[in-house]
């Protein structure tokens, strides 16, 4: 464990990021001193550094621009208010976001990762072996914050017969709850189509265990990555490193696809157990409909939950999984 820091460290560290929020605001009012005109624009941010914002504008021109500092957090896939200024731009307000995709943050405080996503792509491969209990994760993140989801099953040319059988019967339950299952290749012609098709029109991000490919489904879903990263390069100034930072591309056939960093280290956000039961959709039927008010759903008698999964009609895997998540959550009461 670190050492604690002293009241007068704090102090210290405090003046510090004020002086530096200071500095950074009054660039931006200088900036905006200097606008040719004080009409706002929209756009989308395609990648952020700092208070330094790269945005696209309404016909894909991209633009460099300062953050001002009342605006909260600012991140890859805002929509914002700009004004142009003789050297790129302002941003004055971030628009109202349709969803936000957080982690929590070394301090336990979650953090945005991305915004506007409206679909998460869970993917998973026959090697390494799927690990349904994160799956589960993703799928919870995904209802808490009212997007949609789909599992990806890639690598599917390493299997064949038999083994391929059951790992398509393994994932059987997620469409039927809803959640639709693609199997795809980046190796094989034409083996990424079933899901460009569900990438069209939406604004997706890839997450999933270590080892199932998602970079290769990124390179291979955007074959002009280079050109899109070599003019976002040529913009920031900040050359070829500028997609450590979560990154908007546009899909060739339709669609946009944010690639972060972040979703590496992505974790289930703090819930209490309403809203763990909301995020797993085929539970919302039975929930309040238990004899006993506090049920847990793991042992008391006349569980509505718990009739379900003998009746066939919720899985047996994902209640287990729902009961590991809740371990540790607040009372329901």
Not at 5 to 30: F, K, N
Not at 98 to 108: C, I, N, Q, V, W
Not at 268 to 286: A, I, K, N, T, V
Request: charged share 25%; proline share 5%.
């Amino acid at each position: 464990m670190g050492r604690r820091l002293t009241d007068q460290q704090r102090a210290r560290i405090a003046r510090i990021q004020d002086d530096r929020r200071s500095r950074i605001e009054a660039r931006a009012l200088s900036a905006l001193s200097g606008a040719a005109t004080d009409v706002a624009l929209t756009g989308r941010v395609v990648v952020r550094h700092g208070q330094n914002l790269f945005v696209a504008d309404e016909g894909g021109g991209l633009h460099h621009c300062l953050s001002r500092q009342n605006l909260g957090e600012v991140v890859c896939g805002d929509r914002v208010a700009w004004q142009p200024t003789g050297s790129g731009g302002v941003v004055t307000d971030r628009l109202d976001r349709s969803s936000t995709l957080s982690r929590p943050d070394y301090a336990g405080r979650d953090k945005a990762i991305a915004a506007n996503i409206t679909q998460i792509v869970v993917v998973v491969a026959a090697r390494p072996e799927p690990n349904e209990y994160l799956v589960d994760q993703y799928l919870v993140a995904a209802e808490q914050i009212g997007v949609a989801a789909l599992i990806a099953l890639n690598k599917i040319d390493l299997v064949e017969g038999a083994e391929r059988d059951a790992l398509l019967a393994r994932f059987a339950p997620y469409p039927a709850i809803g959640y639709p299952l693609v199997t795809v290749s980046a190796k094989r012609a034409q083996g990424l189509m079933p899901l460009t098709e569900r990438l069209r029109g939406q604004t997706s991000i890839l997450v999933g265990q270590s080892g199932v490919g998602k970079s290769s489904l990124v390179n291979a879903l955007l074959p002009d990555r280079e050109a899109q990263t070599g003019r976002l390069s040529e913009t920031t100034g900040h050359g070829r490193h500028t997609t450590s930072a979560a990154t908007l591309y546009h899909l060739p056939g339709g669609g946009e696809l944010i690639d972060s960093p972040g979703v590496r280290s992505f974790r289930l956000g703090r819930l209490d157990r309403p809203q763990l039961e909301q995020g797993f959709r085929e539970l919302r039927p039975y929930v309040g409909h238990c004899q006993f008010r506090d049920c847990s759903h793991a042992h008391e008698p006349g569980c509505a939950i718990r009739a379900a999964v003998d009746a066939g009609k919720i899985h047996a895997g994902r209640l287990a999984n729902f009961l590991h998540m809740a371990e540790g959550l607040a009372p329901r009461y």
